[in-house]
């Protein structure tokens, strides 16, 4: 019972599916025959129309007294397969064509004229000894003459019988070719249909048991290794449907939080960039002012503000170039062995002079044999930014002190960057890390910061794949990374 019921579905899919394609060609064979039958005939005749209008308006460029006026007359009737009758003003006829109509015998006596907007007209013309029909086209030509020219109207509708004729046996010819070729390739096409309709129905009914067996190499052996995939995924997704759903809550309240800091970002962006970009229009206009009133020296040092204040606004963006390439992922890291002692011992000396000027003590206490697998660049930068974070806010001993700490990953190893001073809030411990906060308000713009350095800090750490973070001490802050031992 089961195998006539399957037999029963592919008969009558296959059946649809020949009556359905077979339908829309004999629809589109028969839309063509119907509109070559209705407008095949008129359009043969306006082109015969637009060829006479032409050959008068060539003829009426001829030279009316030049001895080749009939021969050029007669060349065209010839080419054309039209007889061309030419009078002058007063009628007398000046060129009668070389194949006379039968019509009259001289100008036509106008019975049904349409006029052309250039004075010319048409008229369909019969001529009843020999039941023929012409088209007659008349028109006053320059020198005041008057110019008929006659076509067979008759031999037009002939053709155009003769091609509706031709096209319908051929498109009979191929419709029945055509719907052969659909009746024997529709089983091919029906029979994978009837497995993945029987697999998707087992689908609907959550018994993912079932696999399309069809493997052929085309867009439907595609689409069943598809619906086996899509079979396997939801069977697995089932299982995972509530834990994602709770999840979903997360990421929309998450989503909410980035959006807010896109908006802070641009307006701290807005806040950073209005500044100097005022002070630089001020003291351009005071140093214009003394330029104008000769006072170089004046103007000069307005001029080295003016070029602070550009670079600082340089830094700015160069800051936010290299934070937005971190962010976006899109940076290929140079894996090396990096002594980390080293690295520490080399920034401490290339910063001694700005350590002895503010009275600051730098410790490194990493040990010799301590080496980590990472992008040397970038890891010297998060070196670089933290140091340069405690010496904007070491204060009480001046100490900053680079040291390992202990690492809760045994394939990681944990630096520490510790000053004493001031402890950051908790309230700022997680808001630190975002572009242009400054837990600190109180140091200015004037030091070059922009609140930027520990956002790329979090940024190079992620692309590492490594934890990064903060604590308070007794007597001052920790920040510290994490960097693959090598």
């Avoid at 600082?312 to 290299?322: F, G, I, P, R, S």
């Avoid at 920790?478 to 031992?485: A, P, Q, R, S, T």
Wanted: proline share 1%.
């Amino acid at each position: 019972m089961g195998k006539r019921t399957e037999s029963k579905r592919f008969i009558s899919i296959r059946l649809r599916l020949f009556l359905q394609v077979g339908a829309i060609v004999l629809l589109a064979v028969t839309l063509i025959l119907a509109l070559n039958k209705w407008y095949l005939s008129s359009i043969y005749i306006l082109n015969q129309k637009r060829t006479m209008q032409s050959l008068a308006e060539e003829i009426d460029t001829y030279d009316v007294s030049a001895a080749d006026y009939s021969s050029k007359i007669a060349l065209l009737e010839k080419d054309n397969g039209v007889t061309i009758d030419v009078y002058m003003s007063d009628g007398t006829p000046l060129y009668y064509g070389a194949v006379p109509t039968g019509i009259t015998g001289g100008k036509i006596v106008i019975r049904d004229r349409h006029d052309n907007p250039d004075g010319s007209f048409f008229e369909i013309q019969e001529n009843a000894m020999s039941d023929t029909q012409f088209i007659v086209y008349g028109k006053s030509l320059k020198f005041g003459g008057d110019l008929e020219m006659y076509s067979k109207k008759t031999t037009i509708d002939s053709y155009a019988d003769t091609a509706i004729n031709v096209m319908l046996i051929t498109s009979i010819l191929a419709l029945c070719a055509t719907l052969v070729a659909i009746y024997f390739y529709s089983k091919k096409f029906t029979k994978p249909l009837i497995e993945m309709s029987s697999v998707t129905g087992g689908m609907a009914d959550m018994d993912f048991s079932k696999k399309c067996e069809y493997g052929g190499n085309d867009e439907i052996g595609t689409l069943a290794s598809s619906i086996n995939e899509l079979s396997d995924s939801l069977n697995s997704t089932l299982v995972d449907l509530n834990e994602k759903n709770r999840r979903l809550q997360e990421d929309i309240e998450k989503e909410q939080q980035l959006d807010k800091i896109r908006k802070d970002f641009i307006s701290n962006v807005s806040h950073e960039l209005k500044t100097p970009i005022s002070i630089i229009q001020g003291y351009s206009e005071g140093a214009k002012l003394m330029l104008d009133s000769g006072d170089t020296k004046g103007a000069s040092e307005y001029c080295e503000i003016i070029t602070d204040e550009t670079h600082k606004m340089n830094m700015l963006v160069l800051q936010l170039l290299e934070l937005s390439m971190y962010e976006s992922g899109n940076v290929k890291l140079s894996m090396d062995k990096i002594d980390i002692r080293a690295a520490a011992e080399e920034y401490g000396e290339e910063n001694r002079l700005k350590f002895e000027s503010k009275g600051i003590k730098f410790i490194n206490d990493i040990p010799s044999d301590c080496f980590g697998l990472g992008d040397s660049v970038k890891i010297r930068m998060v070196f670089n930014n933290y140091i340069s974070n405690a010496c904007s806010h070491v204060s009480g001993d001046n100490i900053i002190r680079v040291y390992k700490g202990q690492s809760f990953d045994e394939g990681s190893i944990r630096i520490c960057v510790y000053n004493s001073g001031s402890h950051i809030d908790s309230d700022d411990m997680d808001k630190i890390w975002i572009s242009f906060y400054r837990a600190d308000k109180s140091h200015s713009r004037a030091e070059g910061r922009f609140g930027l350095g520990l956002s790329i800090v979090g940024a190079i750490q992620k692309l590492h794949g490594e934890k990064y973070g903060v604590e308070n001490t007794d007597d001052g802050v920790v920040f510290w990374f994490d960097i693959k031992k090598a």
